[in-house]
C-alpha cells in the first residue's frame, strides 16, 4: 500500500489574506476565508534551502501517520497541514492559528494589549509580571511544567525533537490546560531531518562539555531534556539568564529541583528524560495551593522586560556546481560498456595506462530529464530512466578513470557501475544544489559496493571517517548493490554544508519498506564534491 498523498494547495487559491506577523524565516498571513489557518511564507533566501520530502512528512504526520498522537499533535502545536505551492515550487505552509487561550491581555508601557502569551513574559521578576498584570503562581509554574513535559514526551514517541526549545517558540494559558503550545514547528526535527538548518536560540543553546570543542548534536531527545531543565530554573527564578538551579531559591524545591539539577548535566546520558518528570510535578501541583491571587495595581516604573532574539542560520554561498565526470541515469548496460570495453583492451593489447593509442575521452554529459508537472492533489513522481538505443557506441576509456582496476585484487563490480541516480518529486533537477549532489552521491553509491569501503568517504576536513562513520557505512553496505539511489531532499547543515537525503534501493527491493534512507553531509575535495558523514540508515519506502 502506497503512502498517503502529501496535503497541498496552489497559492492562488487561499484567497485575500492579511499580514499578522514576521520571524527570521518568513511572513505568516491570515487567510480571510478560513479563519482557523494561517499561511507561513518562507522568505525568498530560504525557499531552495526548504527540503521538500521532509517538509511533506511534517505534513503527512498531521494527517493522520501519527495515528492516536494525530489530534494530540495538532492540539499541542502550531503544527504544517498542507504545502503551498506557487508555479509548482513550495513556498510555505499552513497551520492552525493559535486558539484564543494562548493570548493574553497585557499592560503595557505604551497601552493595555492582547498579545501571544510568550513565555518570555513569565521569565521576569515579580515586580515585572505585577506591573503586567500577570497573576502567576506556585501551581501555575508548575502546571505549565507538567504539561510542556508531557508535550515533549508525546513528540519524542512520534520521532520529534523540539530543538529550538526556547521562550520564543512557546506559549502559556492562563485560563486552560493544557498550558502549553509550540510555535514554529517546521524548526522542529523528525527522525533525525530538519525542513531548515537548526539553530539555536541565545541563551538557550546546549554547552560545550569540558575538553570538547563542539557541541553536541542539536534537536535530539538529550537536547531537549537540557532544555527543559533549563526552563524549570529560569520559570521559578524570574530570569532568562540563570543556568543554576539554586537561583530559584525555595520556590524550586525536593524532588523538582533534583530533576532540574540533573537535567542540565552535561553529560546528555545523565539527563531524565521529560516523562520522567511528569509524576513528580503531578505530586507537587498537588501540595500547591489551588487560587491564584488578584494582582496588585502596578508599579511605577516597571522593569523592561528582556526578550530573546532568535537566530537564524546564516547565509550560505555556495560554489558552482563541478563538472560531471560520470554519466549518470544511463541504466545497467551504459554502466558496464566501460568494463567490458577494457577488458577487451587488456587482452588484445590495446589500452594502456595512459588511455591507449590516438583514443579520445569526450565526456557524455547528463541528458535532460522531463519532470512531470505538479498536481495539487496527489503529487506525480517522474520518471527518469532512459531507454537505450542500438546499436550503442561505446564510450572511449582510461584507466586512470577507474584506478580501483589497477589495484592487486580488483573487484569489478557490474552492479556499482549500474547504480541510477535519480530525483525526486518536489525537487528541481536543474538547480546549482541539486546537480552539485549528483555526483557525490554516484561515487558513494558505488563505494558501497567495493572492497575499500572507506574511499567513499571524504573525510570532515580532510581526516579519516570514525569508527561511528565507518559502522554506519557498513551497515548500509550489508543490504547489498543498490539498483537505484533517489535524492529526496538537499538542504543546508548547521556548519553550512551541503546535506542530502537519499533513499537507496537495492535490486529486487519491493515497494513498500525495502529501502534505506540517510543524509549524506557534503565536502569540498580536490576532485569537486565528496561524502564526509552519514546518518544511521533508517529503512524507507521505496515509493
Given at each position: ?221 538529550a537536547t531537549d531534556a537540557y532544555k527543559f531543565g533549563l526552563l524549570a530554573v529560569r520559570l521559578f527564578a524570574g530570569d532568562q539568564q540563570v543556568r543554576d538551579p539554586a537561583a530559584a531559591g525555595t520556590r524550586l524545591r525536593g524532588a523538582v529541583r533534583d530533576l ?284
Amino acid at each position: 500500500m502506497a503512502d498517503p498523498p502529501v496535503p497541498q494547495v496552489s497559492l492562488s487559491d487561499l484567497g485575500p489574506m492579511s499580514r499578522i506577523g514576521s520571524g527570521g524565516q518568513g511572513t505568516v498571513f491570515a487567510l480571510a476565508e478560513d479563519p482557523g489557518l494561517v499561511y507561513k511564507e518562507y522568505a525568498p533566501r530560504f525557499v531552495d534551502d526548504v527540503d521538500v520530502a521532509t517538509l511533506g512528512r511534517f505534513v503527512r504526520l498531521a494527517s493522520g501517520d501519527a495515528g492516536p498522537d494525530a489530534a494530540a499533535l495538532v492540539h499541542l502545536a502550531a503544527w504544517p497541514t498542507a504545502i503551498v505551492r506557487k508555479g509548482g515550487v513550495v513556498r510555505g505552509f499552513l497551520m492552525p492559528r493559535v486558539p484564543d487561550q494562548y493570548t493574553v491581555r497585557l499592560r503595557l508601557p505604551a497601552g493595555p494589549a492582547t498579545v501571544l502569551a510568550q513565555v518570555q513574559y513569565l521569565l521576569n521578576s515579580d515586580r515585572y509580571l505585577r506591573s503586567c498584570g500577570l497573576a502567576l503562581d506556585e501551581r501555575l509554574r508548575l502546571e505549565l511544567l507538567r504539561d510542556t513535559g508531557e508535550a515533549l514526551a508525546t513528540f519524542h514517541r512520534l520521532g520529534i525533537c523540539v530543538g529550538d526549545l526556547s521562550p520564543n517558540n512557546l506559549l502559556f494559558s492562563l485560563t486552560e490546560r493544557p498550558r502549553c503550545y509550540f510555535l514554529d514547528c517546521d524548526a522542529m526535527r523528525l527522525d533525525g531531518d530538519s525542513v531548515l538548518a537548526q539553530a539555536e536560540t541565545p541563551e538557550w543553546h546546549v554547552p560545550v562539555r569540558e575538553g570538547e570543542q563542539e557541541s553536541e548534536e542539536l534537536a535530539t531527545p538529550a537536547t531537549d531534556a537540557y532544555k527543559f531543565g533549563l526552563l524549570a530554573v529560569r520559570l521559578f527564578a524570574g530570569d532568562q539568564q540563570v543556568r543554576d538551579p539554586a537561583a530559584a531559591g525555595t520556590r524550586l524545591r525536593g524532588a523538582v529541583r533534583d530533576l532540574a539539577g540533573r537535567s542540565l548535566s552535561a553529560d546528555p546520558e545523565e539527563r531524565p528524560p521529560p516523562e520522567r518528570w511528569i509524576g513528580v510535578l503531578d505530586a507537587a501541583i498537588a501540595r500547591a495551593p489551588a487560587s491564584v491571587p488578584a494582582p496588585p495595581e502596578p508599579e511605577p516604573e516597571p522593569e523592561p522586560v528582556r526578550v530573546a532574539a532568535p537566530q537564524t542560520a546564516p547565509a550560505v554561498v555556495f560554489p558552482a556546481p563541478v563538472r560531471q565526470r560520470r554519466p549518470v541515469n544511463r541504466g545497467w548496460w551504459w554502466g558496464f560498456a566501460p568494463v567490458l570495453a577494457i577488458l577487451v583492451g587488456v587482452t588484445f593489447g590495446l589500452l594502456d595506462g595512459n588511455g591507449g593509442n590516438g583514443g579520445s575521452n569526450t565526456p557524455v554529459g547528463n541528458r535532460p530529464a522531463a519532470v512531470a508537472p505538479y498536481t495539487y492533489g496527489p503529487l506525480t513522481r517522474p520518471s527518469y530512466g532512459i531507454v537505450p538505443r542500438l546499436p550503442v557506441e561505446l564510450p572511449s576509456v582510461r584507466l586512470s578513470d577507474y584506478p580501483w582496476l589497477r589495484e592487486p585484487t580488483p573487484r569489478i563490480s557490474v552492479l556499482c557501475l549500474a547504480t541510477d541516480v535519480e530525483v525526486g518529486a518536489g525537487l528541481n533537477r536543474n538547480t546549482a544544489r541539486v546537480r552539485q549532489a549528483i555526483e557525490p552521491v554516484q561515487d558513494f553509491a558505488c563505494s558501497l559496493a567495493r572492497e575499500d569501503q572507506e574511499s567513499g568517504f571524504s573525510g570532515r576536513g580532510g581526516s579519516a571517517p570514525d569508527a561511528t562513520q565507518r559502522a554506519r557505512f557498513a551497515k548500509l553496505a550489508s543490504k547489498g548493490s543498490f539498483k537505484t539511489a533517489r535524492i529526496i531532499g538537499v538542504r543546508t547543515g548547521p556548519n553550512g554544508e551541503t546535506q542530502v537525503n537519499v533513499v537507496f534501493q537495492p535490486f529486487g527491493a519491493g515497494a513498500r519498506a525495502d529501502c534505506w534512507r540517510s543524509r549524506l553531509s557534503l565536502a569540498k575535495t580536490a576532485d569537486g564534491y565528496g561524502v564526509s558523514a552519514l546518518t544511521a540508515p533508517a529503512t524507507a519506502s521505496c515509493g
